[in-house]
């Protein structure tokens, strides 16, 4: 039986928003790795400064702001076009989480939750859409949500709600684009050990974050799935560490 070769991402340029930290970050690790030239999105510059200094200007641009301004997502998409020529893929992984009872959270961490995680990705995905027909079709675009996304547990309606919503998004866009050889990818990982949402119903340094997936992990599978030939598409890609409960 013959072996399907890996695609090489040589000199292929991505988008990676929420990318000064934990998963966005080692994402960016993983691509630059490959030979992927990156465009970093978040809202803190001095980390995304630190970023491209360890990945080097060669291979890194960074443009901080926040991705609830559709102007920034179409800003970042074209930092990637003004340095590069082109842009190939998009990975839309910036999110917020906040734990607790439908009535504990307050107004602003409820409407941050939910313009950033969802509203944030519309508008993420409206400009790599845009940017992959100008080019003549196809591309990636990648969406990190959550296994959350398939099934809320207690005290994390608000955030499971904008991760369900995240997985309708993405099944409906690969339906859309499909025929266009845009590629769509929901990665659902289960909590996985960074500064999310510390201080908002986890705590740095708890036992708990052992068994979690670490952001290498979730990086790996995107690599995977963007170095799958273009004939082979993967739609949605859960991930659970050995330890966690399913």
């Not at 930092?79 to 999110?95: L, M």
Request: glycine share 12%.
């Amino acid at each position: 039986m013959s072996h399907t070769p890996t695609r090489s991402l040589e000199g292929t340029v991505a988008v990676i928003t929420g990318a000064s930290a934990g998963i966005g970050e080692a994402i960016a690790h993983s691509l630059v790795s490959a030979g992927v030239r990156v465009v970093l999105g978040a809202r803190r510059q001095e980390r995304l400064d630190a970023l491209v200094e360890t990945l080097g200007e060669e291979n890194a641009v960074a443009v901080a702001g926040d991705v609830r301004d559709p102007a920034y997502s179409d800003a970042l998409v074209g930092a990637g076009v003004e340095r590069w020529g082109r842009v190939d893929t998009v990975v839309a992984n910036a999110g917020l989480g906040a734990y607790g009872g439908i009535l504990d959270l307050d107004d602003d961490q409820v409407r941050d939750m939910i313009d950033t995680n969802y509203t944030g990705t519309v508008w993420t995905a409206r400009s790599a859409v845009r940017r992959f027909r100008e080019q003549g079709g196809g591309g990636d675009l990648v969406i990190l949500s959550s296994v959350a996304g398939f099934r809320g547990d207690a005290n994390e309606a608000v955030y499971a709600g904008t991760k369900f919503a995240q997985v309708g998004l993405a099944g409906s866009l690969d339906r859309e684009l499909r025929a266009e050889g845009v590629r769509v990818t929901l990665i659902c990982p289960a909590g996985t050990a960074t500064e999310f949402a510390i201080g908002h119903g986890r705590t740095a340094g708890s036992a708990d974050l052992d068994d979690y997936l670490r952001p290498e992990d979730v990086a790996h599978a995107t690599r995977v799935v963007l170095e799958q030939p273009r004939s082979v598409r993967t739609t949605v890609w859960q991930l659970w560490s050995a330890a966690q409960q399913a």
